[in-house]
């Protein structure tokens, strides 16, 4: 499919007759490479190059390495090089390709660079080989988001959702989900054809309204994905909350395996917050250390505890920190309010810390039966945050409160996928409504198109110029 296809880009952005370049790799390392496409690729690569051996690369086969040194236009060597050849359609943009290989020097890059532009290059925009790709239906919009989420990937957990991504399992979900309900659509419109028969039905209502209703579930449950999407790709954020002196400070730096944050026994030592991350099972865990939940007269101290109370109407997981040795008398309260003052969804999990210092081994018993008394699904952990096994615990016990999507469901990371996916939720309710209350096929096929149009907008199929230049500035320029 050419995903491309009918997308009218603006002046600015299209030039896809003109042969770019740019460094696709950071000055510093041992080799760097730049890379240049277009239908002039190869032959002004061919006039900078000399190969060691063989024919000029405009006469060389596709997939082929050749040897050689680069040079100025006016024939001054630049640095022995390593030139990759791709042919279209067979190419990461789908255009004729070159990929130079040198040495990592800044300076020789630059010097590259500038005598491929004196040969007639010029210098690619940001993300413009990965829009060059998209436009000629290598990539479809989905696929080529996920480039960019995949460079910028940066634990197993955000690396896996921009790979899958890559791979077409959003994509391909969608495109299911498109032909069904482009079935339902062709099916009413047939009957609009047939509007002077008013008994015809080509449709039958009760079935179409058990095929919306199966899609509107489907575009819900990837839309639900997204908070968890966000989390595995911007890392969780995990509050530790509690009274002052409850060990929030040294279980920080525990969990993240580093002394981040000040330790001390006087009470409001932390008074701002302090976030860390700690990576768990592939995952980014953002750590944020709060000031400690008490009455003062500290103005400073009461600006803190005012951004605790913020942190913890945000954050996907509250570790709410207990001394165990002196667990207050009404803390079953204080866990309800901390309870009620979350973000719906999120999860609020006790960690009886200093279980070392316990005269009376079963206090931390007793107060977790009242405390499942008052919150029966509320989970804890007894540890001491001195004990490596008991941080080991804490650490696996964070790990299982994430979510896990339904079998075989893709995540979705993208705000731009979610607000698609919502709209056409919304257009599919009114569809089954629409189907309940026997509203003539016309009206229910308008809501019905609307509903493909915003999933056509994921895979960038109708989507704006605005649009896709607001997608692809955010990449690197060598992408």
Not at 216 to 235: N, P
Request: proline share 4%.
């Amino acid at each position: 499919m050419q995903h491309g296809a009918g997308i009218f880009l603006n002046q600015h952005t299209d030039m896809t007759n003109d042969t770019i370049c740019a460094i696709c790799t950071p000055a510093g390392g041992a080799l760097g490479i730049l890379r240049v496409s277009g239908p002039e690729a190869i032959a002004i690569t061919d006039r900078l190059f000399t190969p060691v051996a063989g024919r000029p690369l405009t006469a060389r086969k596709a997939s082929t390495l050749s040897f050689g040194t680069i040079h100025t236009p006016e024939g001054e060597d630049i640095d022995e090089v390593v030139v990759s050849l791709y042919r279209a359609p067979h190419s990461y943009t789908g255009e004729d390709t070159t990929e130079i290989s040198c040495h990592g020097s800044a300076y020789v890059m630059q010097a590259i660079l500038h005598a491929l532009i004196d040969a007639g290059c010029r210098t690619a925009e940001p993300g413009e080989y990965t829009r060059r790709a998209f436009t000629a239906g290598k990539l479809d919009l989905a696929q080529a988001e996920a480039v960019a989420d995949l460079i910028a990937s940066n634990t197993a957990a955000s690396h896996r959702i921009a790979l899958g991504q890559l791979k077409g399992q959003v994509s391909n979900r969608l495109n299911t989900l498109r032909q069904q309900l482009l079935h339902i659509t062709t099916l009413l419109e047939l009957e609009l054809d047939f509007s002077d028969h008013e008994d015809l039905e080509f449709a039958d209502r009760s079935e179409l309204e058990a095929l919306v209703d199966e899609a509107a579930a489907h575009t819900q449950a990837l839309a639900d994905t997204f908070r968890l999407g966000q989390a595995l790709k911007e890392g969780v954020p995990v509050v530790l909350a509690g009274q002052t002196n409850a060990g929030k400070s040294t279980l920080l730096n525990a969990l993240c395996g580093e002394e981040r944050a000040i330790v001390s026994d006087v009470h409001g030592t932390t008074r701002d917050s302090i976030e860390v991350v700690a990576h768990i099972d592939g995952v980014a865990y953002r750590l944020i250390d709060t000031a400690g939940l008490r009455q003062t007269e500290d103005p400073v101290e009461q600006i803190g505890i005012a951004r605790t109370m913020s942190h913890m109407s945000r954050a996907d997981i509250v570790l709410w920190v207990v001394d165990a040795a002196h667990i207050p008398a009404d803390f079953a309260a204080m866990a309800r309010r901390i309870h009620s003052s979350m973000p719906e969804g999120s999860t609020l999990f006790v960690v009886f810390n200093k279980t070392d210092l316990l005269s009376a081994p079963d206090t931390v018993a007793q107060a977790a039966t009242t405390l499942t008394q008052t919150l029966p699904a509320l989970r804890h952990v007894a540890i001491s945050a001195h004990s490596t096994a008991d941080i080991f615990r804490l650490r696996s016990a964070l790990a299982s409160l994430l979510p896990s999507p339904p079998t075989g469901m893709p995540i979705i990371s993208n705000a731009r996928h979610y607000e698609a996916l919502t709209a056409a939720h919304a257009d599919l309710i009114r569809v089954s409504e629409g189907l309940t209350v026997g509203l003539p096929g016309d009206l229910v096929s308008e809501d019905l198109r609307q509903c493909l149009h915003h999933l056509a907008d994921i895979v960038g199929e109708v989507t704006s110029t605005e649009v896709l230049h607001s997608v692809f500035m955010n990449f690197c320029v060598g992408k």
